[in-house]
């Protein structure tokens, strides 16, 4: 979504918060595509995600006058949209009885979906360290302690001997540089694909 939906957005939540009718609906209209998306990823069951959406806007009705001091309405309506779809999808399978064979399925998918994430982990990890080595000695040890070590930057220009605004440069173009690699690196992998 472009940033000035989320602008429009912020403002017509906080006219539902003040009780405008017409604002939960120009809310839901807004995120209801992105949210259904969003749903389809954990379940098939359109309905029940059809379900949870009217709940999660009839929810934002009821509770309109606690939800001003809301920072980011896009993150709320997803985190709630999401707590209640997995509540009611775990809800759900309490009530259906598993055979030998779904017990199976489940688990080696449970098993398969880990090695997986283990190895997409592994993978992102090593591409890091490659494209961390790649930077200049100042700029990789700036990144090093804001980012392993969690250091602020003036903890970090006592220790590299610098101007708190240098450490800050030197983490930006590290960045800047990371994001570049980033970039590189996904144009090779589509080539490849491609070839």
């Not at 920072?71 to 509540?87: C, D, E, T, V, W």
């Not at 700036?142 to 605004?165: D, F, H, K, T």
Request: charged share 25%.
């Amino acid at each position: 979504m472009p940033a000035g939906h989320d602008a429009v957005m912020e403002d017509l939540w906080l006219q539902c918060c003040n009780g405008h009718e017409e604002a939960l609906g120009g809310l839901a209209s807004g995120f209801y595509p992105s949210l259904y998306y969003y749903g389809t990823k954990f379940t098939e069951d359109r309905e029940l995600i059809k379900d949870c959406l009217q709940d999660l806007f009839l929810d934002l009705w009821e509770r309109r006058e606690m939800l001003g001091e809301v920072r980011s309405p896009k993150a709320y309506l997803f985190q709630a949209f999401r707590n209640n779809l997995f509540y009611r999808i775990k809800k759900a399978s309490r009530y259906q009885e598993l055979t030998e064979t779904d017990t199976f399925e489940l688990s080696s998918y449970s098993q398969e979906t880990a090695w997986i994430e283990r190895e997409v982990e592994n993978h992102l990890d090593q591409k890091l360290g490659q494209s961390m080595e790649r930077l200049p000695n100042r700029q990789r040890e700036a990144l090093y302690l804001r980012y392993y070590e969690n250091l602020s930057y003036e903890e970090i220009a006592v220790i590299m001997g610098l101007r708190r605004q240098a450490v800050a440069n030197y983490i930006q173009y590290g960045i800047q540089k990371l994001r570049l690699f980033w970039q590189q690196a996904t144009i090779w992998l589509v080539l490849l694909n491609i070839a």
